[in-house]
């Protein structure tokens, strides 16, 4: 709330005891974390501890979850695994020490309740302001907060079969250390760790999605409407779609994406589903009036979803690690099974066809694979000087007005210039007519958040191509919009990768400290965002 705090209620809609309750769970997630680690110490490393963690975090994200049952539920079982690692460390230190261990723990590894009132009780104690120091507080939430990312890509990567232990181990790792005090410099290079993982875990999931549906193709997408009753699928969870179009073909549904569930219309295996139709409005922030006017069943995958003030509650299913008080929940799927989706689309019969809101196509498909595959061509436009410049503006949409400025700036760069991108915040920009450079669209998406990794890869290849040193040295600009945990991932993905020079907006992150913020600037010169008309000249001046 005014980018200092949230204190009445939370910016997302989270009442306080919602809040509570996700400290105490990451508060449990590190006692698990604990006995994790030191079980790997003793070699006798556990394979269900990392996958539990990772989802439960998951769940911790913004405009995910607000179902006090599920936070409650989650704390139970992790205490219950934090109880059977514990008698597993005991026992294997026993063994390979002859003795019965006798160190100390953290609390968070030994508090034990079955009591919701202690649940309270405890989460006021355990929240993030319990670390006094503002600089430990800044490093220790920048790392949780990334980490929190990481964890949503690594669980979206095992939905589709896709995992690894160094990932799980890291999540570990660093909800660990954030039990023990360590030096500046420690929990710094934790937090440049992190960056490394997200760089991996992105890949992971890249690889998941590209090996399961293929590779992205450049792509119209229609926002129209037909006159078939529909189902709209938001979030970012392919499988679930996956399993909603097979299920829905042949029944005269047809289904429609919003949100960061856009880019699922690039994937070749879905175009092969006629009742696949197109993207029904823009970002997360709009889907009130949205959800209200497309008038079929809408399902929720994973977070974007925003708290309920219209009359389409009766028409909104979660699934995964979403939930929301008095809303549906489809449960998950049965080792090697399906979701059971019948009851949404024996809704979405009755309901009313979509009202039209837009009409018109959008265009994308810019993931790495079809970029470098339009290689030979985007180095002749730079070499040309048909391209001067390209410009990163990845990362999340808001509400806030402020937000126009990504808007703004679109329409302020000059007709040499490529925009890059990456997760909602081109729901800004990309229905707007900007045109193309000899036939390269100005507004290259190559997907959801996650696939931010592609614009990465884009950026490695050019640096290749063009036999430069540093990355640095590229004709490209970050203007990045921030929002939520996984923007902070791929922030901290970025700095991994020694891009210096990042514009972040439209405010830095109120849990970094002033002293932190000059590490930052220091090392990265991160920068604040200024006013369109500078940012834009400084842009495309490569500054």
């Known amino acids: 709330?005014?980018?200092?705090?949230?204190?009445?209620?939370?910016?997302?809609?989270?009442?306080?005891?919602t809040a509570d309750l996700i400290d105490l769970l990451i508060y449990v997630l590190r006692g698990i974390s604990i006995y994790a680690g030191k079980l790997g110490e003793l070699g006798a490393p556990d394979r269900e501890a990392g996958p539990f963690v990772a989802g439960a975090l998951f769940t911790t994200i913004t405009n995910a979850n607000w179902d006090n049952r599920r936070f409650i539920s989650l704390i139970r079982e992790g205490i219950e695994l934090r109880k059977c690692l514990e008698e597993e460390f005991l026992?294997?230190?026993?063994?390979?020490?002859?003795?019965?261990?006798?160190?100390?723990?953290?609390?968070?590894?030994?508090?034990?309740?079955?009591?919701?009132?202690?649940?309270?009780?405890?989460?006021?104690?355990?929240?993030?302001?319990?670390?006094?120091?503002?600089?430990?507080?800044?490093?220790?939430?920048?790392?949780?907060?990334?980490?929190?990312?990481?964890?949503?890509?690594?669980?979206?990567?095992?939905?589709?079969?896709?995992?690894?232990?160094?990932?799980?181990?890291?999540?570990?790792e660093?909800?660990?250390?954030?039990?023990?005090?360590?030096?500046?410099?420690?929990?710094?290079?934790?937090?440049?760790?992190?960056g490394e993982v997200a760089v991996d875990t992105m890949a992971l999931l890249d690889e998941a999605n590209t090996s399961t549906y293929g590779n992205p193709e450049i792509t119209e997408v229609d926002i129209g409407v037909r006159g078939n009753p529909g189902i709209l699928i938001s979030g970012h969870d392919l499988k679930d779609l996956e399993e909603l179009l097979a299920q829905t073909e042949g029944t005269g549904v047809d289904v429609y994406t919003h949100g960061e569930m856009l880019p699922a219309n690039y994937y070749p295996s879905f175009k092969k589903y006629e009742q696949f139709v197109g993207n029904y409005g823009g970002s997360w922030w709009h889907q009130g009036k949205e959800f209200e006017s497309f008038n079929g069943p809408i399902l929720l995958t994973t977070n974007c979803l925003?708290?309920?003030?219209?009359?389409?509650?009766?028409?909104?299913?979660?699934?995964?690690?979403?939930?929301?008080?008095?809303?549906?929940?489809?449960?998950?799927?049965?080792?090697?099974?399906?979701?059971?989706?019948?009851?949404?689309?024996?809704?979405?019969?009755?309901?009313?066809?979509?009202?039209?809101?837009e009409t018109g196509k959008i265009v994308g498909g810019f993931a790495h694979n079809q970029v470098l595959a339009l290689a030979d061509k985007v180095v002749d436009a730079v070499k040309s000087g048909a391209i001067k410049r390209f410009v990163v503006m990845a990362g999340c949409d808001g509400r806030q007005k402020s937000r126009a400025y990504y808007t703004e700036v679109a329409e302020s760069l000059p007709p040499d210039a490529?925009?890059?991108?990456?997760?909602?915040?081109?729901?800004?920009?990309?229905?707007?007519?900007?045109?193309?450079?000899?036939?390269?669209?100005?507004?290259?998406?190559?997907?959801?958040?996650?696939?931010?990794?592609?614009?990465?890869?884009?950026a490695l290849k050019l640096k290749e191509v063009f036999e430069l040193e540093d990355i640095n040295d590229l004709p490209i600009s970050y203007d990045i919009a921030w929002y939520e945990q996984k923007a902070v991932a791929v922030l901290l993905a970025l700095l991994h990768l020694g891009v210096k020079g990042i514009r972040l907006g439209p405010t830095i992150p109120a849990f970094l400290s002033e002293n932190v913020v000059n590490v930052l600037v220091e090392n990265f010169d991160i920068k604040p965002i200024a006013d369109v008309e500078t940012d834009v000249a400084a842009i495309m001046a490569g500054e």
């Open 91 to 172: 026992a294997a230190y026993r063994e390979k020490e002859g003795e019965e261990f006798s160190g100390d723990l953290h609390d968070s590894a030994t508090w034990y309740s079955d009591d919701e009132a202690e649940f309270m009780t405890k989460a006021k104690e355990v929240g993030v302001l319990a670390t006094e120091n503002e600089d430990v507080r800044s490093l220790r939430e920048l790392l949780i907060i990334g980490t929190k990312g990481i964890a949503a890509y690594a669980d979206h990567a095992a939905v589709l079969g896709f995992e690894k232990d160094e990932i799980y181990s890291f999540i570990l």
């Open 174 to 194: 660093a909800l660990a250390s954030t039990t023990r005090d360590l030096s500046t410099e420690e929990m710094v290079g934790l937090v440049m760790k992190a």
């Open 1 to 17: 709330m005014k980018n200092t705090g949230c204190t009445k209620r939370g910016v997302c809609g989270k009442q306080e005891e």
């Open 306 to 357: 925003i708290p309920i003030k219209g009359p389409y509650g009766d028409r909104l299913f979660t699934t995964g690690m979403v939930g929301y008080p008095g809303v549906t929940h489809i449960p998950d799927r049965a080792e090697g099974g399906k979701k059971d989706l019948s009851e949404i689309i024996e809704l979405a019969k009755k309901c009313e066809p979509p009202t039209e809101i």
């Open 418 to 458: 490529v925009i890059l991108t990456a997760g909602c915040a081109k729901y800004r920009y990309n229905k707007l007519n900007l045109g193309d450079i000899d036939g390269i669209p100005r507004v290259l998406d190559a997907g959801q958040c996650n696939d931010s990794y592609s614009l990465a890869v884009i």
